[in-house]
C-alpha cells in the first residue's frame, strides 16, 4: 500500500524555481524535469525505506537524469517532502531548516 505525501511549501517552490530554469534552457526540459521528479516521487512513496538517511531522520534518492535529490521522512503512513535540491548548490543547504 502506498504512503500518502505531503510536500512542503519549500519543496514545492524548489520544483518551481527548477521548471522555471529549465524553461529557459531548453523546449519541454521544464515538463521532463517535473515528470522526472514525479517519478521519483512515486518511488518515495512505494517504498521509502529503500533509500538511505542522510541526517537524523530524513532520507533521500536522486532524481533521473537532473542534479537533484528529494529529502524527505517517511512518518507512519505518511512521507514528507522537505526539499527538491539541486545538487549544484553547496551542499550545507541541502538540509537548510531540517531539524
Known amino acids: 500500500m502506498p504512503f500518502n ?4 511549501d519549500e519543496a514545492k517552490q524548489d520544483i518551481a524555481d ?5 524553461a529557459s534552457k531548453m523546449e519541454d526540459l521544464d515538463k521532463r ?10 518511488r518515495i512513496q512505494k517504498n521509502p525505506f529503500a533509500f538511505k538517511k542522510v541526517y537524523k531522520k530524513f532520507r533521500q534518492t536522486a532524481v533521473k537524469k ?9 512518518e507512519q503512513k505518511n ?3 522537505y526539499s527538491v535540491f539541486n545538487t549544484w548548490l553547496h551542499p550545507k543547504k541541502k538540509l537548510r531548516g531540517l531539524k
Do not use: N, Q, R
Open 5 to 8: 505525501l505531503e510536500v512542503k
Open 18 to 22: 527548477g521548471m522555471s530554469w529549465y
Open 33 to 42: 524535469f517535473l515528470e522526472a521528479v514525479e517519478e521519483t516521487l512515486f
Open 66 to 74: 537532473f542534479p537533484y535529490v528529494i529529502v524527505y521522512v517517511p
Open 79 to 81: 512521507v514528507v517532502i
